[in-house]
């Protein structure tokens, strides 16, 4: 993927290949800049690659986003202030051509799949940063896409209702068994949440590596303080330094 400047391109992805099953956790890690926004983005038709070839079950990332396939979480929850949490879920399904009473069960049962049941006619300004970011998870899950792409979504967060998102994370990915591809600067995250983890480099952004996660499901706290956790959150660290990463949380 090369973004063209007015003076320099901006090589941001190359030689970048990878495969990812179904109902995989998959993690991207890596410095600033290394293309992990970019590759998701190139997963979400939101941009087009400039050679190469994605596909997401078989079809073009364009084919993919019309057959409403995938949800988008982003960095920030990017609600409508003026719309109920309730309202907000049920946007994209605004669009659909089903009763009005469907719709809103569905969005019901996708804010009682975040535990948000109790806050359908709340605000977005109503709601701490870990609920705004729960009512963007609900909302990406709205059409029952087979893939859940994120980026960053627990960011901005503090450390332990990050922690605690995480946690319900896993337990939606394994009620679902969604395809997840989460972009994160966290070391403990990443492998906390994965089935592998991508590590990625920069200049020009590319995988350096892929560290498969074999720690067993149900995760706890007990699993984050495992000697195996601890190793294969040094096999990703080592990963990242092999790299030149230095722009990673611990
Ligand atoms: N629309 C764009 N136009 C030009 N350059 C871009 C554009 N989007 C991204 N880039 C460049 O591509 C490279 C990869 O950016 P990207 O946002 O994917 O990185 P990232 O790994 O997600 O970074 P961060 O961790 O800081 O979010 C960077 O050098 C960035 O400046």
């Known amino acids: 993927m090369v973004f063209r400047g007015a003076g320099s391109d901006t090589v941001a992805l190359q030689d970048a290949s990878l495969d990812i099953r179904p109902g995989e956790f998959i993690s991207l890690i890596g410095p600033s800049g290394c293309g992990k926004t970019t590759l998701l983005r190139l997963m979400a038709d939101l ?110 967060l503090d450390e332990i209702t990050r922690e605690k998102l995480n946690g319900e994370l896993l337990r939606l990915w394994q009620e679902t068994r969604k395809t997840v591809v989460f972009v994160t600067h966290g070391i403990t995250e990443a492998v906390f949440l994965s089935t592998r983890v991508v590590v990625m480099t920069s200049r020009p952004g590319k995988i350096e590596g892929v560290v498969d996660i074999d720690l067993p499901h149900p995760r706890s706290q007990e699993t984050r303080e495992s000697p195996r956790f601890f190793e294969l959150a040094t096999r990703v660290r080592e990963l990242l330094r092999k790299g030149h990463g230095f722009d990673v949380e611990e």
Do not use: C, H
């Open 47 to 156: 941009i087009t690659p400039t050679s190469g070839e994605l596909l997401i079950g078989g079809k073009t990332p364009a084919q993919a986003r019309q057959a409403r396939e995938y949800g988008y979480v982003f960095q920030a929850p990017a609600l409508m202030e003026w719309r109920t949490v309730l309202n907000n879920v049920l946007l994209p399904l605004d669009v659909m051509d089903t009763p009005k009473e469907t719709r809103r069960a569905r969005a019901q049962a996708m804010l009682e799949l975040v535990g948000l049941e109790g806050f359908a006619d709340r605000y977005p300004w109503q709601l701490s940063g870990g609920m705004q970011q729960r009512v963007s998870i609900a909302r990406a899950l709205a059409f029952d896409p087979p893939l859940l792409l994120m980026d960053e979504p627990f960011g901005a």
